[in-house]
C-alpha cells in the first residue's frame, strides 16, 4: 500500500510516494492555496498513510488526515535514508536554513535554523539573481567561471541588493559578483554550522543544494566531506514518507 | 465595563480611546490562552477574576489608598526591595511591560533595536495606556542594563523616578555599596511617604513578603510533581499577578490554590499526559501578557514545569532573613537578599549556571529553553556559557531569542516542535 511524505514549503511543495520500495516523487509551486495544490498531487492515487512537514504542516495534515512533524526530524530521517553514515545536515530552503547534527543511529543531536530574517536562505539568492539579470538556476555556474574576487558587506537581503546596485555601477564583473553572494550565504552558513558543532559526512539538501557552488564554498569552509542527493529538493518529504511507511 | 472604571481611568488621564483597543484585544487573547486550557485548577479562579479586571479593581484600591495620604511606588525589577515600600506604608506595584501593543508608540522615540521590555513599558507611559503607572506617586529604577539607565532618563521628563545603583560584581566594595544603595532608597521612601521607617514597621513588613515568597515557592514544589497538577500558563500567570495584587491576599489565594493542588497530587491527577516532554524555561522575565513561549510550547503538547526567571524562581527564592540588631541589622539583611538574585547583569554570574543544573533535576525536566528577548544583550550573551554548561551535564537545551510580536511564529514553532521531538525519542 501506498505510503506519502508531503513537504509543504514556503515556495514549493514536495510529494513523495513509497509502494513498497516504488519511490516516487513530484515537485510543485506552492502558490496560493498550498491545500489545494496538496490535493492536485496526490490526485486519485490516495494514500494508507501520509506524513506531513513544513512550513504548511499544520494547515495540511489536519485537513488530508495525516500527521504533521518538524523539517528537522524530516530532514534526518530522508538524510539518514540515503546515506546511512552521515552526521549532520544542512538545508537551505526557500525561506529558511537549518543546520543538524545527527548521532550515528540518524537522531536529532542538535540543531540551528535562521531565525525570522532571510539571509543565508534561497530567498537572498532569488533576490540578487533578479538584480543581476540572472536565472537564478545558473547563478552557480556563472560564480564558478568568476576571474576576480570581491567581498560583500552585507548579508542582510535588502542591503545586499542595493550593494549589488552599486557593484554594478562600478562596472564590476558579474561573475565576481555573484561570486561574492555565494561567499555571503557560506559565511553565514559556516557560522551556523559551527554553533551546531558538525563533523563528518554532511547532506547538503533544500534547493539551494543544486546550486555547484555553493555546495563548494560551503565544504571548503567547514573542510567537510559534503554529499548531494540526486533530489536535494525531496529530502524532507522522503523522510516524511518513509515516517509513514515506518508506521504502516 | 462598568462607569465606574471609565470614569476613574478618565480621572487618571488615560487615553481612553486606544486604552479600550488594548483590553478588547486582550480578552479574546486570554480566552484562546487561559481560558481554552482543560481540567484547570478552580482556585484559578481567582486569578482568571484579576485579569478580566486588570485595570479595575486594583487601580481602585491603589486610588483609594492615595486618597487616604498612602502612596503607590512602581518598579521594573527585582531588586527594588518592595519591603521597605510596605514598611513606610506605601504599595509597591511590578510594572507590567510585557505587550506588543505599546511597543510602536516607544518606538516614535526610542531605537527600534532596543528590547521589547524597555520600549513596552515606555510605550505604556508615552500613551497614557497603563492605568498603573498614571496611579503611581513614584517610578524606581534601576542601573541592570544600560537600555532601562536611559529610558529612565526619559521617563523621567514625565513622572518622578528614582534609580536604584545595581553593582555589576559582587565584592565586598559592591556589597557595600548596594547597602548604601539600600538606605539610601529608605530615606527616599521616608520622604516621599513622611512615614518613618523602623525595626518594627520593617519587620512585619518582611513577614508579609516573605509570606508570599513560601507561598510561590510552595506553588512551584508542587510542579514537581509527575503528572504536574497545574499547566505552565496557569503558574505563570499565578507569578505575574503577584507582582501587583496586594501581598497578604495574593499569598491566601496561592496557598488556596496550592491546597487544592496538593489533593490532585496525592490522587495523581494532572493537566498533561504522563508522558509529555517537562520543560524548564530559563532567561529574561516574562511580564504579563507575554504567554507567547509557554503557549507554544503547551500547544505543542510539552508541559512547563519551572521558569529560572525573574518571573520565577529569582522572584520568591530567598526569604529574607530575621534581622538580629534592630534597623540596622534588618537593612542588611534585606541587601544580602537581593545581593543573592542570580541576574545576568552581574559578571561573573556562575551561580545562575548552577541554579539551572540544579532547578533541571529538582524539577525533572527532560530540557531547558534558554528563552531571551531579542536586543537583551545580557540574557543573549550569558546564553552561550549556559549552552556550553548544559552540553557538558548532558541536559538538552533550546536557545530562543524572541520579541512580543507574532511574525516569528511559524519559526518558533518549527523550532520547539522539533526540540520536542528530541526530547521524545
Ligand atoms: S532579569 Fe535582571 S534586570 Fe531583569 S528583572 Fe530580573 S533582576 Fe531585574
Ligand atoms: S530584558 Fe534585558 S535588555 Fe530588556 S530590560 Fe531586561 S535586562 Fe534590559
Not at chain 1, 558543532?197 to 543544486?210: D, E, M, P, R, S
Not at chain 2, 516573605?210 to 503558574?235: M, T, W
Request: hydrophobic content about 40%; charged content about 25%.
Amino acid at each position: 500500500m501506498i505510503c506519502a511524505g508531503l513537504d509543504v514549503g514556503s515556495r514549493t511543495i514536495k510529494l513523495v510516494t513509497l509502494d513498497g520500495n516504488d519511490l516516487k516523487s513530484q515537485v510543485a509551486a506552492t502558490g496560493a492555496n498550498p491545500l489545494k495544490r496538496c490535493r492536485e498531487l496526490i490526485g486519485d492515487n490516495g494514500y494508507r498513510r501520509l506524513v506531513v512537514t513544513g512550513y504548511g504542516r499544520h494547515l495540511v495534515a489536519p485537513a488530508l488526515g495525516g500527521e504533521a512533524i518538524s523539517e528537522i526530524k524530516a530532514f534526518a530521517l530522508g538524510s539518514h535514508h540515503l546515506f546511512p553514515g552521515c552526521r549532520a545536515v544542512i538545508d537551505i530552503g526557500g525561506q529558511d536554513c537549518k543546520v543538524i547534527r545527527l548521532s550515528a543511529d540518524g537522531t536529532v543531536q542538535k540543531f540551528e535554523m535562521n531565525d525570522r530574517c532571510a539571509a543565508g536562505t534561497g530567498r537572498f539568492l532569488e533576490v540578487t539573481a533578479a538584480t543581476l539579470e540572472v536565472p537564478v538556476g545558473s547563478l552557480g555556474n556563472l560564480a564558478l567561471g568568476a576571474t576576480r574576487q570581491i567581498t560583500l558587506n552585507s548579508l542582510c537581503t535588502v542591503f545586499a541588493e542595493s550593494e549589488v546596485v552599486s557593484l554594478i555601477g562600478r562596472g564590476e564583473e558579474t561573475a565576481a559578483i555573484a561570486l561574492a553572494l555565494h561567499e555571503a550565504i557560506a559565511v553565514r552558513i559556516a557560522a551556523m554550522s559551527k554553533r551546531v558543532n558538525i563533523a563528518g559526512k554532511t547532506v547538503f539538501a533544500g534547493g539551494a543544494a543544486l546550486n555547484r557552488c555553493l555546495g563548494r564554498l560551503i565544504a571548503e569552509k567547514l573542510a567537510i566531506e559534503m554529499v548531494i542527493p540526486d533530489s536535494p529538493q525531496t529530502v524532507g518529504a522522503l523522510g516524511a514518507a518513509l515516517l509513514a511507511r515506518e508506521g504502516d | 465595563m462598568t462607569t465606574d472604571n471609565v470614569t476613574m481611568w478618565r480621572e487618571l488621564d488615560i487615553d481612553l480611546k486606544s486604552h479600550d483597543r488594548l483590553l478588547g484585544a486582550l480578552g479574546p487573547i486570554y480566552q484562546q490562552i487561559y481560558l481554552s486550557q482543560r481540567n484547570r485548577p478552580e482556585g484559578m479562579g481567582f486569578f482568571d477574576f484579576v485579569v478580566g479586571d486588570i485595570h479595575g479593581i486594583r487601580v481602585r484600591e491603589l486610588r483609594e489608598h492615595a486618597k487616604n495620604g498612602g502612596k503607590v511606588v512602581a518598579t521594573y525589577c527585582v531588586f527594588v526591595p518592595e519591603e521597605l515600600v510596605w514598611a513606610a506604608g506605601a504599595i509597591p506595584v511590578g510594572l507590567c511591560a510585557g505587550t506588543q501593543f505599546s511597543v510602536p508608540i516607544a518606538e516614535e522615540v526610542l531605537p527600534r533595536n532596543t528590547c521589547a521590555l524597555i520600549k513596552s513599558s515606555f510605550g505604556f507611559k508615552l500613551g497614557k495606556i497603563c492605568p498603573y503607572v498614571q496611579a503611581s506617586h513614584l517610578i524606581v529604577g534601576e542601573t541592570t542594563c544600560d537600555g532601562k539607565k536611559k529610558m529612565f532618563e526619559m521617563l523621567g521628563q514625565y513622572q518622578p523616578v528614582y534609580v536604584m545603583e545595581v553593582p555589576n560584581k559582587k565584592t565586598a566594595a559592591s556589597r557595600q555599596l548596594w547597602l548604601e544603595e539600600v538606605r539610601a532608597f529608605k530615606g527616599v521612601l521616608e520622604k516621599l511617604t513622611q512615614n518613618e521607617i523602623t525595626a518594627e514597621n520593617l519587620s512585619a513588613a518582611t513577614q508579609l513578603t516573605n509570606q508570599r515568597r513560601r507561598a510561590l515557592k510552595r506553588l512551584y514544589d508542587l510542579r514537581k510533581a509527575r503528572p504536574v497538577p497545574i499547566s505552565g500558563k496557569d503558574a505563570l500567570l499565578v507569578t505575574q499577578v503577584s507582582f501587583y495584587d496586594d501581598a497578604g491576599r495574593c499569598t491566601r489565594q496561592v496557598s488556596a490554590l496550592c491546597d487544592e493542588l496538593d489533593k490532585r497530587v496525592a490522587k495523581g491527577e494532572g493537566v498533561a499526559l504522563e508522558d509529555a516532554p517537562r520543560i524548564l524555561i530559563s532567561g529574561s522575565p516574562m511580564a504579563i501578557p507575554n504567554w507567547k513561549l509557554h503557549h507554544l510550547l503547551e500547544t505543542a503538547g510539552a508541559v512547563v514545569v519551572c521558569e529560572e526567571s525573574c518571573t520565577g524562581t529569582r522572584h520568591f527564592s530567598d526569604l529574607v532573613a530575621p534581622g538580629s540588631d534592630g534597623l540596622d541589622g534588618a537593612l542588611n539583611t534585606i541587601a544580602e537578599r537581593y545581593m543573592n538574585i542570580h541576574c545576568a547583569c552581574f559578571t561573573p554570574n556562575n551561580e545562575r549556571l548552577d541554579d539551572i543544573v540544579n532547578l533541571t533535576k529538582e524539577y525533572r525536566a527532560d530540557g531547558v529553553i534558554h528563552y531571551n528577548l531579542q536586543f537583551c544583550h545580557t540574557y543573549a550573551n550569558e546564553a552561550v556559557r549556559v549552552e556550553k554548561r548544559l552540553e557538558e551535564e548532558g541536559i538538552p537545551l533550546l536557545r530562543i531569542e524572541t520579541d512580543y510580536g507574532d511574525e516569528d511564529t511559524g519559526q518558533l514553532k518549527t523550532r520547539i516542535e522539533a526540540f520536542l521531538e528530541m526530547l521524545r525519542k
